[in-house]
């Protein structure tokens, strides 16, 4: 069965501060996606990443995909309350479209 | 911008009655989902869909049951609503080929079961 660990479950900081979350796993993916979601509302789609070793920039969020397309790690440079969410990543499977999903990081940033 | 709607935010039900959650999307995708979400589970797929009257299990389909009549529409069941059905439903959709893996989303219906 595959899964995909995300850590940490919780993180509270501080505004300013930088934080890594992570999303790992012992299968290897075809590309590995990240999804932001608020209270009440639907995961939206950050970014995707498909190659091994790839990093993606989006503005103060660096995403990089494991060399071996087993994890990735999602940086966040000086955080901002906006940032504050539950966030999510999920791996491509083989069949069916079908996404593997983490339980997801929940991220509050205090002002 | 894709845009997918679900019919209620909020829904209050009693144990035993059929309930129907309802998706619609916008951007012509090929391929909808219906998740739950629970705290410290997750998203768990129920049932998808990858074309009109086609449908697949999920992980958890015990309980649901659902329908594709139209491509832009994918109806979730509760044939018999239990207590155990009380959290959050999430539909999404994607389209064919490359991005087939991205999803998007509604913003959820989240369901009481008294």
């Known amino acids: 069965t595959q899964l995909l660990e995300q850590s940490p479950q919780f993180l509270s900081i501080q505004?300013?501060?930088?934080?890594?979350?992570?999303?790992n796993s012992s299968s290897v993916f075809s590309s590995l996606q990240w999804y932001r979601?608020?209270?009440?509302?639907?995961?939206?789609?950050?970014?995707?990443?498909?190659?091994?070793?790839?990093?993606?920039?989006?503005?103060?969020?660096?995403f990089?995909?494991?060399?071996?397309?087993?994890?990735?790690?999602?940086?966040?440079?000086?955080?901002?309350p906006g940032d504050t969410g539950l966030y999510l990543c999920?791996?491509?499977?083989?069949?069916?479209?079908?996404?593997?999903?983490?339980?997801?990081?929940?991220?509050?940033?205090?002002? | 911008d894709v845009k997918v709607t679900q019919s209620s935010r909020y829904l209050v039900k009693r144990t035993g009655e059929k309930v129907f959650l309802e998706c619609v999307?916008?951007?012509?995708?090929?391929?909808?989902?219906?998740?739950?979400q629970d705290p410290g589970l997750g998203l768990r797929l129920i049932y998808f869909s990858y074309d009109v009257k086609m449908k697949e299990k999920g992980d958890i389909p015990e309980g649901y049951s659902v329908s594709r009549?139209?491509?832009?529409?994918?109806?979730l069941i509760l044939e018999s609503a239990s207590t155990n059905q009380t959290s959050m439903y999430l539909c999404a959709s994607s389209s064919?080929?490359?991005?087939?893996?991205?999803?998007?989303?509604?913003?959820?219906?989240?369901?009481t079961v008294t």
């Open chain 1, 64 to 80: 990089q995909f494991g060399d071996a397309r087993k994890d990735s790690s999602l940086h966040i440079t000086a955080a901002q």
């Open chain 2, 96 to 111: 064919s080929g490359d991005r087939a893996y991205e999803q998007y989303f509604g913003p959820g219906t989240r369901l």
């Open chain 2, 69 to 75: 009549e139209k491509k832009e529409r994918f109806s």
């Open chain 1, 90 to 111: 999920a791996g491509e499977t083989d069949s069916n479209y079908q996404l593997i999903w983490g339980a997801g990081t929940k991220l509050i940033i205090k002002p």
């Open chain 2, 25 to 36: 999307q916008d951007m012509d995708h090929e391929n909808m989902f219906w998740y739950r």
């Open chain 1, 37 to 62: 979601q608020e209270p009440g509302e639907g995961p939206v789609l950050l970014v995707t990443v498909v190659t091994g070793g790839e990093v993606k920039k989006l503005k103060r969020l660096t």
């Open chain 1, 15 to 23: 505004e300013g501060e930088n934080l890594t979350v992570y999303c």
